[in-house]
């Protein structure tokens, strides 16, 4: 799969993390810490989200579906 088609893919599941988060994943968000602007982009975009997106990506493009159009052994 091309970079791009990942990052497409890492979008939407990170717009996902934030939405089951409760979050609005277009909302903007401003984090400060001692008066320092440490981020400020919509909140999909937020590390904590990023990052769970590219662990669940990482995850199901590693374990292929044993869907084939034959049924499966029990």
């Known amino acids: 799969m091309s970079d791009h088609k990942r990052m497409a893919d890492?979008?939407?599941?990170?717009k996902m993390?934030?939405?089951i988060a409760g979050r609005d994943p277009n909302e903007l968000l401003?984090?400060?810490?001692?008066?320092?602007?440490v981020f400020e982009d919509v909140m999909w975009r937020y590390p904590d989200f990023l990052?769970?997106?590219?662990?669940?990506?990482e995850c199901l493009v590693s374990y292929p579906l044993a869907v084939t159009g034959q049924p499966t052994e029990k």
Do not use: K, S, T
């Not at 890492?10 to 990170?14: G, K, P, R, Y």
């Open 30 to 37: 401003r984090l400060e810490l001692a008066e320092v602007v």
């Open 17 to 19: 993390a934030a939405r």
């Open 51 to 57: 990052l769970r997106a590219e662990a669940a990506y």
């Open 10 to 14: 890492i979008e939407v599941l990170a």
